[in-house]
């Protein structure tokens, strides 16, 4: 099992941090998570309404990929920079978009109701909303443009891990074997997630049971990519590592009279992002 879904030479050829558990973990509980926003998503396209039409869905779906085309464009022309010296900060950030992104879908009948039962109040207080448009069709378009930041993000970020896993200090790695690997784990781990999300989906009959099972997934899914993401060691030196290596540096040669005591929220402050060190 271990030749299928670690490196070859592991655990020479990868270097220290590299988060093989906490990442099926991760992937699991985003897998159970993403089953129940699936299953709102239907039901957004119109699956038991007997007053949708498959034009519809199409033209729905059409919007969200416009929408998400159009949110890809912006988001790389913004964050294409910043993906690979802040790979660690995208990373995470990766998760809360698409974490964001399945909240919405998961609650958007919860949302269509609550817009139907106030619409004269929400028509009065947002004039630029048509009325005659359902709230679905904004939340939808709302989750891919996020999921689209999260492909954008996650596509620069992990591949900037993945060159550090694959170079170790000692030893040679292999990018193309690490991401080999790790894509057939992830695939385990979604089938996984998936079949036990089709047992227990059945039995999530109720709002408040599947708003529970699903904020508890996300909570865990963040909690364990923080906890993976922190425990990453780079050789390589952005903004905050090599503020703080300046710092450092400065108060060795004599120049400061005190050592600067930064705090981890002090660093991103600086830099207006989660924190780096």
């Given at each position: 099992i271990a030749k299928v879904f670690l490196p070859a030479g592991y655990p020479r050829s990868v270097s220290p941090g590299y988060y093989r558990i906490l990442n099926a973990l991760q992937a699991f509980c985003s897998?159970?998570?993403?089953?129940?926003s699936s299953r709102a998503t239907l039901e957004g396209y119109g699956v038991g309404d007997a007053t949708a039409t498959a034009t519809n869905a199409l033209l729905l779906t059409v919007l969200q990929d416009i929408f998400g085309q159009l949110t890809t464009i912006v988001g790389a022309f913004f964050f294409g920079s910043s993906l690979f010296p802040e790979a660690k900060t995208y990373r995470f950030l990766t998760d809360l978009l698409n974490d964001a992104a399945i909240i919405i879908d998961t609650l958007s009948p919860l949302l269509a109701s609550l817009y139907d039962a106030y619409a004269p109040?929400?028509?009065?207080?947002?004039?630029?909303l048509p009325p005659t448009v359902p709230l679905r069709v904004y939340t939808l378009c709302l989750s891919a443009s996020l999921r689209s930041l999260c492909g954008i993000a996650a596509g620069g970020s992990k591949n900037a891990i993945k060159m550090h896993f694959a170079t170790p200090s000692e030893g040679t790695g292999d990018v193309g074997d690490l991401d080999a690997k790790d894509s057939s784990k992830e695939t385990v781990l979604a089938l996984l997630g998936m079949l036990i999300g089709t047992l227990t989906v059945p039995y999530l009959t109720t709002p408040s049971l599947t708003y529970a099972v699903l904020f508890v997934m996300v909570f865990l899914h963040l909690l364990i990519n923080y906890l993976a993401v922190?425990?990453?060691?780079?050789?390589?030196?952005?903004?905050?590592?090599?503020?703080?290596?300046?710092?450092?540096?400065?108060?060795?040669?004599?120049?400061?009279?005190?050592?600067p005591i930064l705090r981890l929220w002090s660093v991103s402050l600086c830099t207006r992002t989660i924190s780096e060190a």
């Open positions: 897998s159970l998570a993403g089953f129940l109040q929400i028509a009065t207080s947002l004039p630029f922190r425990g990453v060691i780079f050789r390589t030196l952005n903004r905050q590592r090599a503020c703080l290596a300046w710092m450092a540096f400065k108060f060795e040669r004599g120049l400061m009279a005190t050592p």
